[in-house]
């Protein structure tokens, strides 16, 4: 086979002076056309081996050969509809974003995430999804309507609290508890798993036993607990993983935008990856992402006392604990690194510090808080250390995610991913290129379940960019968060180039993806 395939390749190139005197074979003969080939690149496959030349040829969504390509010029002009010359750039999966915030009935584009190399995202994270009992009629709707990238759902402990009527109770009744368990078993049939916002309202309020009970129809279900666990303050850090832990008696559990408040140095990175490591030893699967950002985004509610967090809570606080109330917040903005390290993100106060605000306002920056209120604002705190998260991020077991969103006012939702590349690979050279792009593809595939996508292998899913990595350049910052990541030239989802060169496509490609 070799032998004629060399054969015929010589008739080619002398065709134009000798007249070949057998017909070249037709390459890859089985598919009638080809809807892609990507040339000349430098293929990472995903699973961190290094890259090699090779070309890729994919037809409908899904790649059918990966080498060295023999096509004839008939071939090309008549059986290939898009050829794509990578010019020896780098073609790898492109990333998946293992937390990440949207609205894809209102904006279903998503093109900060592509922008940025991402094709695959999960929503309904921090035990929030959309508050409908039948999940499934809503990513119908999603599909229809379209989706620029593909969407793995997850359901909200917190939104199964509040429909099952729940809502703030510490330990609900028999039959409520059994209703939200039900409701959860039936969505867990066609979502990823089961998020939980342990640090929010309602989910604060769930105890071990409902989280147990949670856990055990999660894990019957082989889906996975994603978790913002309930506090991430250094001196709690511990509690709250072996807290998750327990939960991953019974299913495969995952800390979502695993970070150390107030926690400093490589040192103490260590400390938290060993407890990881133990849990593992001990037979508890579990995983984590990270966000390559030293400040976190939230509503401001979470400054505020678990008493005071609600609107009803916090009306009633003002009147009866106001003097109590500001003292907390005083205390917690202090031990947050002060006012000035609290950058809101929320109109009309966008762009300007709590220190900023409290200047203007010509009030202390606890009384700020009591006027704007839990639910008045949100905003980016600068409360982690780079050495610590740092050192988390390189963890081999340590996977990528943005925690973004279009309109948030912090530069992860539009720069996440491409600053790995620029600044973990190309500037501080702690990852090697193949390792960085493994655990923004391959890895956390595996953490959703996901085994069509996220690796370059024949009869996988054609979900591909292109991309020069010294060209690849994270624009957003903080006083500019809404900057399109630079330098992945082509996106490609489904088989289809869904954004070159800056321009995307009028159609979209995303698929809402099913648990396998």
Excluded at 18 to 41: A, M, R, W, Y
Excluded at 179 to 202: A, R
Aim: glycine residues 8%; charged residues 20%; contains cysteine.
């Amino acid at each position: 086979m070799i032998q004629i395939l060399k054969i015929s390749l010589l008739c080619l190139c002398v065709f134009t002076t000798v007249t070949c005197q057998s017909k070249q074979k037709e390459f890859l003969p089985e598919f009638t056309h080809i809807d892609l080939l990507i040339t000349n690149g430098k293929v990472l496959d995903g699973l961190g081996n290094q890259a090699v030349l090779a070309d890729i040829v994919v037809v409908g969504d899904k790649i059918v050969f990966i080498g060295k390509t023999l096509f004839s010029a008939d071939d090309l002009n008549n059986r290939v509809v898009t050829i794509i010359d990578a010019k020896e750039r780098i073609v790898s999966p492109s990333f998946i974003d293992l937390h990440a915030h949207g609205s894809p009935l209102k904006t279903p584009g998503f093109e900060n995430f592509l922008a940025m190399g991402v094709t695959t995202t999960t929503l309904g994270q921090d035990g929030e999804s959309p508050k409908v009992k039948n999940l499934s009629n809503w990513l119908a709707k999603v599909e229809k309507n379209g989706i620029a990238l593909n969407l793995a759902m997850f359901v909200g402990h917190g939104t199964l609290r509040e429909l099952t009527g729940i809502n703030r109770t510490k330990m609900p009744s028999p039959d409520a508890l059994s209703n939200m368990l039900q409701l959860l078993d039936k969505t867990l049939k066609y979502t990823f798993g089961m998020s939980t916002g342990l640090e929010y309202n309602p989910g604060l309020y769930a105890q071990e036993a409902e989280l147990t009970a949670l856990a055990k129809v999660v894990g019957n279900n082989n889906r996975l607990i994603m978790s913002h666990m309930r506090n991430e303050d250094s001196d709690q850090l511990a509690a709250s993983i072996k807290e998750l832990a327990l939960q991953g008696q019974y299913a495969k559990v995952h800390i979502a935008h695993i970070k150390s408040v107030y926690g400093k140095g490589a040192a103490e990175g260590e400390q938290i990856l060993q407890i990881l490591n133990d849990a593992r030893k001990s037979g508890i699967e579990i995983s984590a992402d990270i966000y390559p950002y030293n400040a976190s985004f939230t509503g401001i509610s979470l400054l505020f006392p678990i008493w005071a967090k609600t609107t009803e809570q916090f009306e009633l606080a003002l009147i009866d604990r106001r003097a109590e109330l500001e003292d907390f917040l005083r205390k917690k903005i202090t031990k947050r690194n002060g006012p000035q390290a609290t950058l809101l993100g929320t109109p009309p106060y966008t762009g300007k510090t709590l220190a900023d605000l409290a200047d203007e306002m010509n009030m202390p920056f606890e009384q700020v808080l009591i006027q704007l209120g839990p639910k008045g604002a949100s905003g980016a705190y600068f409360i982690m250390d780079d050495a610590l998260q740092s050192r988390l991020l390189i963890d081999p077991k340590i996977s990528i995610s943005s925690d973004g969103r279009l309109e948030g006012f912090h530069p992860r939702g539009h720069g996440a991913f491409a600053k790995i590349i620029e600044q973990y690979v190309k500037q501080r050279q702690v990852l090697s290129l193949p390792e960085a792009v493994r655990k923004m593809t391959s890895q956390s595939a595996q953490i959703l379940g996901i085994n069509d996508r996220g690796v370059l292998q024949v009869g996988k899913k054609a979900d591909i960019i292109v991309f020069d990595p010294s060209m690849v350049k994270a624009m957003a910052s903080y006083p500019e968060p809404h900057q399109l990541a630079q330098g992945f030239d082509t996106i490609i989802v489904n088989g289809k180039v869904a954004r070159r060169e800056g321009k995307m496509s009028e159609s979209y490609f995303g698929k809402v993806l099913k648990p396998n």
